[in-house]
């Protein structure tokens, strides 16, 4: 029987048939869960949005009077002049509110993203000048005296505790 070795397997195509297959079923998995928590979202939410009726039509407060609604001809030009959009209600639902704050969540992410950035490239700096510093000293060590290698000594310190 032969030994196996992974190059023996890269060159073989029954390896590359059976990572099609582990692929195929790995997105088919994906897939499934996805579409099995929109469906389990999607019916949560419906049942959300459907009013409840009041038990008693008798218990509704009294209608006031319609105001005089303005003639069809001037709404007309009003509407094809400028259209308004129609505004979104200011309580929503439990996914739009969900959705709501993620973007809220997001929307510092940036700005935060810059000052880690900014924080690491300083710290990437700072230890490239060490480093520097470093290798300059041990190519210097023979010409320094004593308190000249303690004083960069304590510089590096110093730099380092910033």
């Given at each position: 029987m032969p030994k196996f070795n992974f190059y023996s397997a890269w060159m073989d195509p029954v390896f590359y048939l059976w990572a099609a297959v582990a692929a195929v079923a790995l997105f088919t998995l994906v897939y499934s869960i996805r579409r099995y928590l929109e469906l389990k979202n999607a019916n949560v939410f419906?049942?959300?949005?459907?009013?409840?009726?009041?038990?008693?039509?008798?218990?509704?407060?009294?209608?006031?009077?319609?105001?005089?609604?303005?003639?069809?001809?001037?709404?007309?030009?009003?509407?094809?002049?400028?259209?308004?959009?129609?505004e979104v209600p200011a309580?929503?639902?439990?996914?739009?509110?969900?959705?709501?704050?993620?973007?809220?969540?997001?929307?510092?992410?940036?700005?935060r993203l810059r000052v880690i950035e900014a924080a690491l490239s300083k710290g990437r700096v700072n230890n490239d000048f060490t480093v520097k510093f470093?290798?300059?000293m041990l190519a210097d060590i023979d010409s320094l005296d004593k308190p000249k290698l303690k004083a960069r000594i304590a510089y590096l310190l110093s730099?380092?505790?910033?």
């Open positions: 419906e049942e959300e949005g459907v009013p409840e009726e009041p038990a008693d039509p008798d218990l509704l407060p009294p209608v006031a009077e319609q105001p005089d609604l303005p003639e069809p001809a001037v709404q007309a030009a009003a509407s094809q002049a400028a259209p308004i959009p129609a309580g929503g639902n439990r996914a739009e509110n969900f959705v709501r704050g993620i973007y809220e969540g997001i929307s510092g992410l940036d700005g470093l290798e300059d730099d380092l505790k910033k």
